[in-house]
Every structure is written in C-alpha cells, then in structure tokens.
C-alpha cells in the first residue's frame, strides 16, 4: 500500500468512527513549537500526526449553559474521550499491521511528560506538558489555529471540541495549514469564565508558540491550579454573583487576582479544606466536592482520560472551550443562557437544584436527572 492510499484509509477510518473533522500534520512544522510539539519524545523518529476532532452537539450546550440537564454533554464528552483512545490505539495498529511503519496513540488528555526530571506540580502552578499537544499537532495538521482562549478553534465547529490523535514515522503528506485564524477576539471565552485563569487584553509572552511558522498567539496564562479548582466544579460564581458553573459553592475566584493567588499560598490552602473537610461547610456540599476528588484521582492514577467510565466524567465547567461555537450570534445566545441560568445548590438528600431570578422572582427548578437519559449500564 503507498503512502497516499495509507493516509485516505486512516482518514475514512477516523471518520467513521464517529470524529468530524481529520488531518495529517508534519514534525518539521512543530520544529519551533513548545516541548509538547515534539513528536521524538513520543515516539523517535516521527514525522506524521494524524489529527481529529469531536464537536460538541449544539443542543446540548443550550442545556448545559441554561442548566436544564448536562447529562448530553456529559455523554459527548466521554464519547469523544473514550472514543479517540479507542480510534488512536486502533489507527497505531492499523498502520503497524499493514506497513513497516511505526505508530503512537496519544493519550488525549490526562498525560503530561517530565520536565528537567520533574513532573508538573498543582502546587507549584508551572508549565505543564503533555507527552504531545493535540493543539498544537491540530494546527499544524490544518484543522484550525489557537483562539484567545488557548483552545484550538476551526473553521467548522469553533473551539466547542475535543481531540485525538496518533503518531507514525510514516512519512504521510501534510494538508494545508488553515490559511486564517477564525478567532475573532470576541472575548466571550473571558466573560464565561468564573476563574480569571485568563485575562481579556494581555497576550501570553512567556514562551512563543511557531506551528509551520505562524506565531500562534492567544491571553496569557494564569496559575493552571485556578483554573483547576473551577474546571473540576469545586467552585464556580461570576464575578457578580448573580450565576454559577454546575458546583453548589458559590465562591468567586475571580476576585483573586493571579499575583495575589500566586504569592498567597495559603489562600489556596484555606480553599481546598473549606471545600472538603470544614465542618462549618454543609454535608451535602463536602460530600459533592469529595466525590469529584476521587474522581479525579482515578483520572491521576491511569494519566489517561480515554480510561474514565461515563459516571466519573462530570463536565461543571469549560465554558471557555464549550461556549466557543463557530457562530459568533450562537455565541453569544450561549452566554445569554449562561448569565440567566442562575445558581446551582445541592438539597438535604444530595440532588443539585437551580435557583434564578424570573422577572423579579425567585425560581426554582430540578434539572433532568441522570436516569432519564440514560440507562443503568451506561451510567456504570
């Protein structure tokens, strides 16, 4: 089989098992990039990426951000985490079978590589690196460039995505690279986010990020511990208080500035026990937080997200990907839904509920519980 045949099959394969959007990236448009650009370390000798994406179904971001159900994001989420490991492990294979080529699934999240013999500390809050930057492998496979927000965004589907990918010393034929960047600075990515991970107007001047030899540029990075502690759903309230992301502590971390949460370690310390083990905090509200703590620890141990059973994949917050849509206007229906969805709160006997102000009165509502979308074996 030549070379051209080998990458139209993996293509068909790729979309056929579900991902929307493919390309094939090259090593030596990553020669410039960050560490997590370099395929070597993966697998020595790599010249190939083959890139994908997972959208995110429309109708359940409209659900998600007005807090009627979060159940469909959910099951996208772990269909397209799941599903990339189990496409990336069945390409590798695929190529090493029928070629004398080598291959590397990459793990889609979850995975980070040492660093002058060390690996990433959340206490710490320095670079953290991926064994490989599906980012950073998607624009140089021409799926898109990186948006404000850091998250690659396309043409097609916006930032609202997900990635796989697999690595081969195969010496495939790079697409195009995206001509234009479709970010338009619209800033909603900073409006939705609860953390202040990134700021509005200042761009990240830390490190450069050169894919094919366009700088990639995008807001500069705040403490990755901030946007953690919001991202997994411990906390989560706008800066004016009047909405939440899908958590029942009401905490704003945005009124934290990142010189103030860099410097103050204790104020992260103080954090994390109100959140899990002050008694003056309530139960049910210690219980939730302790819950996504194991969750993630699970995630800790096997460095692979594509492992995550569905009842442990618990999407309560990445506005800033999710809210990124192709359509500027659904962007920006999104983020009407979201500063009108109210507040999240967790009753006596541990269900999440919703308050909100309709019309100058006090609304509240369950949202649809996890059984009535799906069944008992999907949720084990």
Not at 2 to 7: A, F, I, T, V
Not at 132 to 139: D, I, K, P, Q
Not at 245 to 250: G, Q
Not at 269 to 290: A, C, M, S
């Amino acid at each position: 089989m030549d070379l051209k045949e080998l990458k139209v099959n993996i293509k068909q394969m790729i979309l056929d098992d579900g991902a929307k959007l493919v390309g094939v990236g090259s090593q030596d448009r990553l020669k410039e990039a960050p560490p997590s650009g370099d395929m070597n370390y993966c697998l020595p000798g790599a010249q190939s990426c083959i890139i994908w994406a997972y959208p995110n179904p429309i109708e359940a971001l409209e659900n998600y951000f007005s807090k009627i159900e979060r159940m469909s994001i959910k099951k996208a989420q772990d269909f397209a985490y799941v599903g990339a490991w189990k496409t990336a492990q069945k390409v590798a294979k695929y190529i090493e079978e029928i070629t004398d080529y080598k291959a590397f699934p990459v793990i889609p999240n979850a995975k980070y590589r040492e660093v002058n013999g060390k690996r990433y500390d959340f206490r710490k809050d320095d670079y953290a690196w991926p064994d490989f930057s599906l980012r950073y492998g998607a624009v140089a496979a021409g799926l898109g460039h990186l948006g404000w927000s850091g998250n690659l965004v396309t043409k097609e589907y916006g930032g609202s995505l997900y990635l796989g990918g697999v690595l081969t010393i195969a010496p495939l034929e790079p697409d195009p690279m995206a001509e234009e960047n479709h970010c338009n600075r619209c800033k909603i990515c900073v409006k939705a986010c609860t953390t202040g991970y990134f700021p509005m107007d200042e761009e990240e001047s830390r490190q450069e990020v050169i894919i094919g030899g366009f700088k990639e540029v995008y807001a500069r990075r705040g403490a990755y511990s901030k946007c953690g502690i919001g991202c997994a759903g411990w906390v989560g309230l706008s800066l004016d208080a009047t909405w939440s992301t899908w958590t029942p502590d009401h905490t704003s971390l945005k009124k934290h500035t990142h010189e103030e949460w860099i410097k103050n370690r204790s104020l992260r310390r103080d954090l994390l026990l109100k959140l899990l083990r002050d008694p003056n905090t309530p139960r049910e509200i210690r219980k939730f937080n302790q819950k996504i703590l194991a969750s993630f620890a699970k995630v800790g141990i096997t460095e692979n997200v594509g492992l995550r059973p569905l009842i442990d994949t618990n999407p309560r917050c990445g506005n800033c990907n999710f809210i990124c849509v192709a359509d500027p206007k659904k962007r920006k229906e999104l983020y009407n839904l979201l500063i009108t969805s109210g507040k999240v709160y967790i009753d006596k006997k541990g269900k999440e509920y919703v308050k909100k102000i309709v019309d100058g009165k006090e609304v509240i509502h369950y949202p649809i519980p996890e059984k009535e979308y799906f069944s008992e074996n999907e949720l084990k």
